[in-house]
């Protein structure tokens, strides 16, 4: 025990000096953690894409969907580990007739902060909330005479917060000079902290419970180049990623494991050939127990998609000794 004790003190008292000896250490260690979770931040953000033919599936037929989002770093600095965003995010479906019309599209515009909860990005953790505004600039009333929802001009809003826990792993390189990472989420999704339309009493998923899987790969390419004889170029191949919510809360005439109404999933491949840049090849197979594009909240449907998707990837250059 004297000798545990002993050792114990020593251990101790080593620690303190070297933390006095190199207060620079720890301080750097934490601004470069700083600086590459905002990389990490924005590459965990959604991907844009535009699909032709949209959902195929779907009750309504469209000549072509897309959604456009990104993510603004307001605040994201080497001095801090927390960071802030803006993230304006907006969904549009033309549909198959004869003016090709949008009718609803659905408009968000969220705040997120975020906030780093340990020094490794290769073994990343951090939490998010986020508070979204969600609106289809419709004016009309939401219910038609005979009791149905007006989705041709009926109004949608709803405000919603959602907290997320991330954390992901970075594999070593490779020999071939590949890598891979998997990243989570979990979170979970408030609608009821705010106003809405009095129409989603009818039967909307108010509180949903969500978790994110992404599997991605990255490649050295550009091996042939002559002009870089220093320097190894980098990008996201592919990447693969399943997205789940279950909706909690009651919902009229439906019980909890109601899962036709209440589970949302997705899953879509992302693949980007050597010669592009920052856009993938994208296709989605999907079931929506709640359609999420605003007012078509009572429809539910399995769907597939196919386009291009984009985003912030990863695309980097290293020195060859690195």
Do not use: C
């Not at 545990?4 to 190199?22: E, H, P």
């Not at 989603?200 to 992404?214: I, K």
């Amino acid at each position: 025990m004297k000798k545990f004790l002993s050792f114990l003190f020593f251990a101790i008292l080593s620690f303190t000096v070297f933390a006095q000896n190199n207060p620079d250490s720890l301080a750097k260690k934490r601004e470069f953690a700083n600086k590459e979770y905002i990389n990490l931040y924005k590459e965990n953000s959604d991907l844009a894409y535009t699909a032709p033919a949209g959902e195929i599936g779907a009750p309504s037929k469209y000549v072509i969907n897309g959604r456009l989002t990104t993510t603004y770093m307001l605040l994201g600095t080497y001095k801090s580990p927390i960071a802030f965003s803006i993230i304006p995010d907006f969904t549009v479906r033309v549909r198959n007739e004869f003016s090709a019309g949008v009718r609803t599209p659905s408009y968000r515009l969220g705040f997120a902060a975020y906030a780093r909860l340990n020094t490794n990005p290769e073994n990343y953790k951090y939490g998010e909330l986020a508070f979204t505004h969600h609106s289809n600039g419709q004016d009309q009333n939401a219910i038609n005479d005979d009791g149905s929802i007006n989705t041709l001009t009926g109004n949608f809003n709803a405000n919603y917060l959602t907290a997320s826990y991330r954390f992901g792993h970075l594999t070593p390189t490779h020999p071939d000079e590949s890598y891979y990472s998997f990243n989570h989420r979990v979170g979970l999704q408030w609608f009821k902290f705010f106003r809405y339309e009095p129409a989603l009493d009818m039967g909307f998923g108010f509180t949903r419970v969500l978790y994110n899987f992404s599997w991605r790969k990255y490649d050295e390419i550009e091996k042939n180049a002559r002009n870089k004889p220093k320097v190894k170029t980098e990008k996201e191949t592919w990447r693969l990623n399943t997205e789940l919510s279950y909706a909690v809360n009651k919902i009229p005439s439906k019980n909890f494991v109601n899962i036709g109404k209440r589970l949302n999933a997705e899953i879509n491949f992302n693949y980007s050939f050597p010669f592009m840049n920052n856009v993938f090849l994208m296709a989605a197979v999907g079931y929506y127990g709640e359609d999420n594009y605003n007012i078509y909240f009572q429809d539910h449907y399995g769907y597939m998609r196919f386009g291009f998707s984009s985003g912030f990837l990863r695309n980097r250059s290293r020195h060859y000794d690195n």
